[in-house]
């Protein structure tokens, strides 16, 4: 079997945050920009994938047309255990275009495609190519958008909650933010503060201190700029909270470079920009080895959403993030939505489990 087209499709689905605001420094985000993967073969199989677009849609779409596209076009398709090598062979086709960022975010678009098609072949849904199922449903936290007021921040936890989701995440970048969180939601509901980069690492430090009586799981990304392994090694160190990153890495190498630094107790690969599913493994299994934990960065809703489930599915820990916020259109049909316990079904259908709804892609597609 052949692949003769790789296809880049930029999906705009608008939402309502209520109170909450989604920025990316100057830039809104208004809608939830997919940038979705199309992978066909001369044999009638369709692998759908997912490369990161937040902010920047149509230069993903670009990349994957321009130099994804031609790099797959007449490769045989590969089955589970060849995807490494292909999938290395276009990074190396590639570097000259950076190893990280919109280059491989479209990498990434591509391999999940791969591993689609790889378990469409085989009949058999993506979590039975990578080893013993050991979940069939995901815990969820709600991913809360930028709110800052504490009251507004109070009520939109306990809205959250109301909904079923077990744990918490606040954008936010103060300590009254973080402690109105931890006062609405009690003492055991996991709170997890995500800063976005803002701080220097003696300012971590200093934001880590005063928020320990709230008893974050962690602070995620504290210290500019986020390769800043060294610092967030010392704000672990000095700050009395764990620490996450990740979502900002790509391919298992700089994984290795900030485990190696002890910057993190929790590792975020972002399956959308970190090399596909094929990197994803690898930091799932450095991290392992190095005894630090896996919780995937995953605030998306094609199929890069049910690529994470899948990954998770193989193992006993990790949640899955769900924006808190309401769209008014989905591609699965509410499928990959939590339920009322807080959970996400992992899909057994083949491949990723389910299929784009036409009707949706039609309606929200940009040209």
Known sequence: MEITDVRAHHIRIPYDAGVASFRQGASAITALDMVLVEVLTDAGLTGWGDAFAYVCPRTTRSAVEEMIAPQARGLKVPDAAGIPAVMEQIQRNLHLFGRYGITMFAISGLDIALWDLAAKIEGVPVHRLLGETRRTAIPAYASLLRIGTPDNIAAECRKALALGYGAIKLHETTAPAVFAAREAIGPSIPLIVDMNCPLTAAQAIAFAQTCRDARPMFLEEPVWPPEDFAALA????????????????????????????????????????????????????????????????????GPGLLATLHLLATRDDGLVEMFHLKREACLWGGRADADATGHVAVPSGPGLGYEPDPGVMERYRVT
């Open 234 to 301: 010392e704000v672990r160190s000095k700050g009395g909270l764990d620490i996450a990153a990740g979502e900002n890495a790509c391919t298992d190498y700089q994984f290795r470079q900030m485990m190696e630094a002890g910057a993190v107790s929790h590792a975020q690969p972002s399956v959308t920009k970190v090399g596909g599913i094929t990197e994803f493994v690898k930091v799932a299994a450095l991290a392992d080895r190095r005894g630090v934990k896996i919780v995937p960065h995953s605030p998306y809703f």
